[in-house]
């Protein structure tokens, strides 16, 4: 799996966290930045890394902010997005199975180390169920497709 993963300054210690979790798993990873905890505008990371997923550079997402809502906002504009903010197992295991969620979105201030990495690894390994499950999912591309989002 390749996996991208970006963060604003809010979301930086927690990322370089992650990231290393990940490494150990075997998860191939791209970061996208920030670096440094000087404040950057959670858009300038969100909207590229999102159009790299939606695009097919990468299997799945993964940002990080204050909250991770700031960064769901902008992801989910992107067509073809379904970016879920997840602070616990149970939401993590339902953005994947009946969301198909290809981005999740944590925040680095309220979230512990700990509960991060227990919340990634659920949402990495989880599949998504299909199902009646599919067809909302469809309904949701279909309200893409209408607007004409390209
Ligand atoms: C930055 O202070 C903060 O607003 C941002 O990280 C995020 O929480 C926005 O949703």
Redesign the pocket.
Known sequence: MRVVIGC????VKLKEHLKKYLKNWGVEVEDMGTFEET?VD?PDIAFPLAKKVAGGDFDRGILI???????SIVANKVKGIRAAVCWDEYTAQVARTHNDSNILCL???VLSFKEAERILKIWIEGNFEGGRHERRVRKILEIERSRGDG
């Open positions: 604003d300054h809010a979301g404040p959670y902010c204050g909250t991770g809502i700031g960064m925040g680095g201030r």
